[in-house]
């Protein structure tokens, strides 16, 4: 008998969209990094939420001043991120696909975006953001801190399926390998206190 094989990433976060919108839109403890992230653009800075979710940050920089356009890889998520942010633009797309149809922004904000790409799809994704952040233009990338896929959290059963969502941690030495002539490393935005998870910002030369 032959063992069925799991679903993907973006079954994965279309089955559980809903679940992410009613914990991430009552929980803004995202907003003092993107506060901080906010305050290295310019004025009214068009901003790609890479990896947008159902939209929750997406809306907190708007309301910081920014001009949106979010993509994700989940259809239901964009539903949500649609319905809760009417006057916002949101695009079902999948992170490695060319997005250039979304045109230039000053800044991409990729929130654990990056955790469901391996090594070798980080240089890719890099290319994408390349091809429309403006000269000068910045990245924020919020990493896990470590090497590898992590099965604990790539492998989930939900209502008995099975779902592998591909998460991968990264260090910055590998963001700074893949995305060499394209962006240089400036700064950690740090949290206060430990944490595995990581906040980069990179800029593109002008």
């Known amino acids: 008998m032959m ?31 993107l506060r901080r992230f906010m305050a290295l653009l310019l004025e009214s800075p068009r901003v790609l939420d890479l990896c947008c979710g ?15 356009v979010g993509i994700d890889l989940s259809g239901e998520s ?3 991120a649609r319905e809760r942010n009417p006057a916002l633009t949101f695009h079902e ?9 979304t045109g230039p922004v000053d800044a991409v904000v990729c929130i654990a975006g ?9 240089r890719c994704a890099f290319e994408r953001m390349d091809a429309v952040l403006r000269p000068g233009g910045r990245l924020l990338l919020v990493i896990r801190e470590g090497v590898g896929r992590q099965a604990e959290r790539s492998d989930v059963v939900i209502d008995g399926e ?21 962006f240089a490393y400036e700064q950690e935005l740090a949290d206060t206190g430990p944490s595995v998870w990581r906040n980069y910002v990179f800029c593109k030369p002008e």
Not at 55 to 67: F, I, N, P, T, V
Not at 162 to 182: I, N
């Open 3 to 33: 063992t069925k094989p799991p679903k993907g990433v973006r079954e994965f976060y279309d089955k559980t969209a809903r679940e992410w919108a009613d914990r991430w839109y009552a929980d803004d403890s995202m907003l003092p990094l």
């Open 54 to 68: 159902a939209g929750y940050e997406s809306g907190r920089m708007a309301a910081l001043g920014a001009q949106i």
């Open 78 to 80: 964009i539903a949500i």
């Open 93 to 101: 797309e999948d992170m490695l696909n060319d997005y250039a149809y």
């Open 114 to 122: 990056l955790v469901h790409l391996s090594w070798e799809q980080l």
């Open 162 to 182: 099975c779902y592998d969502r591909a998460f991968y941690a990264h260090t910055l030495d590998e963001l700074r390998e893949t995305s060499a002539g394209m």
